[in-house]
T-cell receptor, first 112, second 113 residues
Framework: TQLLEQSPQFLSIQEGENLTVYCNSS?????LQWYRQEPGEGPVLLVT?????EVKKLKRLTFQFGDARKDSSLHITAAQPGDTGLYLC????????????FGKGTKLTVNP | EPEVTQTPSHQVTQMGQEVILRCVPI?????FYWYRQILGQKVEFLVS????????KSEIFDDQFSVERPDGSNFTLKIRSTKLEDSAMYFC???????????FGDGTRLSIL
């Protein structure tokens, strides 16, 4: 069974600080997707990383896919209260399955 | 930007009753999915649907569950005889192709009494 472990589970920081959250697995993924979910809403897709070693930037968010395609990280620069939310990583299971397996998420709180 | 819409946002049902959750996927998408998220737990895959048939389902998706695309725009999840443990957020998702990113709706909170 492919599992995605996210760390830390909770993170509370002050506005303006930088942070990195992690998504790790012992399995290789063909791609990983990062979502952000707010209370009472569905996951909103932020980015998909496909190639090992790939780095993608979305304004103050930088996503990296590990060389071996077993892990990914999300770095936020100068966090703002609007970044508060649950950050989820997800990836398709092996063998061309359409099924996404999700991590449990990192709950980020950015205090003003 | 096109989005997946789900109705109702909250459904309260007595145990043993049938419930139908509705979804309108993004209009040019071909692959449709249902996931659920029990409070405090991970988002879990239930079923995928393509070309008017189930393409994959999880062990959660037993005989009590069914999906249907009754017309060109709606995609439904039916639970025939609800149980207390069916209480969860149910998310519909769609994608434009196999292994392309899946886009999620805001979910239906199902509460079984």
């Amino acid at each position: 069974t492919q599992l995605l472990e996210q760390s830390p589970q909770f993170l509370s920081i002050q506005e303006g600080e930088n942070l990195t959250v992690y998504c790790n697995s012992s399995s290789v993924f063909s791609s990983l997707q990062w979502y952000r979910q707010e209370p009472g809403e569905g996951p909103v897709l932020l980015v998909t990383v496909v190639t090992g070693g790939e780095v993608k930037k979305l304004k103050r968010l930088t996503f990296q896919f590990g060389d071996a395609r077993k892990d990914s990280s999300l770095h936020i620069t100068a966090a703002q209260p609007g970044d508060t939310g649950l950050y989820l990583c997800a990836g398709p299971t092996q063998g061309g399955s359409e099924k996404l397996v999700f991590g449990k998420g990192t709950k980020l709180t950015v205090n003003p | 930007e096109p989005e997946v819409t789900q109705t109702p946002s909250h459904q309260v049902t007595q145990m043993g009753q049938e419930v139908i959750l509705r979804c309108v996927p993004i209009s040019n998408h071909l692959y449709f999915y249902w996931y659920r998220q029990i409070l405090g737990q991970k988002v879990e895959f239930l079923v995928s649907f393509y070309n008017n048939e189930i393409s994959e389902k999880s062990e959660i998706f037993d005989d009590q569950f069914s999906v249907e695309r009754p017309d060109g725009s709606n995609f439904t999840l039916k639970i025939r005889s609800t149980k207390l443990e069916d209480s969860a957020m149910y998310f519909c998702a769609s994608s434009g192709g196999l292994l392309l990113p899946q886009h999620f709706g805001d979910g239906t909170r199902l509460s079984i009494l």
